[in-house]
């Protein structure tokens, strides 16, 4: 009976030897990705080499648990952009695009869509801000308010149809718009 139970124990250790390496495996293939306008915008693999903006983020190199990062200086970035995220994470490994944490790069990130600028305003601005079209997505501010949307035509943020188990926190939105010469209107700041 000793031998039965030691052979269990036995058995028992190495589920949670093999369960404790795929784990680690698992977390150890997931990559951060980075954006900012000082990259070269080869590959994103660092600071230096990050894409220039976030609508050049090359998406096949982007698998579950990885990470975009967004730089936003030291006193903020503005990015006058949009971008589509078209690929899903996991329940376990959601892909995740974030303002930076790091000193010197976590300064406040601006989305801007431009349908404020005159004399066209609206009618010249860029639909939409950002686009989730992948479940398993977090879009996250590193604090409160510390990536901001504003002036999108149609909308700062869509969810698209079927997209599931997707957040995004910290993300303030402000879509009011021009549209000369009538002063201006309000945008839908999240569509789902």
């Given at each position: 009976m000793h031998h039965h139970l030691s052979v269990k124990t036995i058995k028992t250790a190495v589920l949670l030897a093999v369960a404790t390496i795929c784990t680690y495996q698992a977390d150890a293939s997931a990559r951060a990705f980075f954006v900012s306008p000082t990259g070269d915008g080869s590959d994103g693999m660092t600071w230096k080499k990050a894409w220039k903006d976030p609508a050049q983020i090359n998406w096949a190199s982007v698998n579950p648990g990885d990470q975009i990062v967004l730089d936003g200086g030291t006193s903020g970035i503005t990015y006058e952009t949009s971008f589509t995220i078209p690929k899903s994470g996991t329940a376990g490994a959601p892909i995740v695009v974030r303002q930076s944490p790091q000193a010197g790069h976590n300064g406040k990130i601006t989305l801007y869509g431009g349908s404020d600028k005159p004399p066209a305003g609206y009618n010249t601005g860029i639909p939409t801000g950002v686009n989730i079209a992948g479940s398993y997505v977090h879009f996250v501010g590193a604090?409160?308010?510390?990536?901001?949307?504003?002036?999108?035509?149609?909308?700062?943020?869509?969810?698209?149809?079927?997209?599931?188990?997707?957040?995004?926190r910290?993300?303030?939105?402000?879509?009011?718009?021009?549209?000369?010469?009538?002063?201006?209107?309000?945008?839908?700041?999240?569509?789902?």
């Open positions: 604090r409160r308010a510390g990536i901001k949307m504003y002036s999108y035509r149609t909308t700062c943020i869509n969810l698209a149809p079927g997209t599931q188990n997707s957040t995004v910290n993300i303030e939105i402000e879509n009011r718009v021009s549209l000369p010469p009538y002063g201006a209107i309000i945008c839908s700041g999240m569509e789902f």
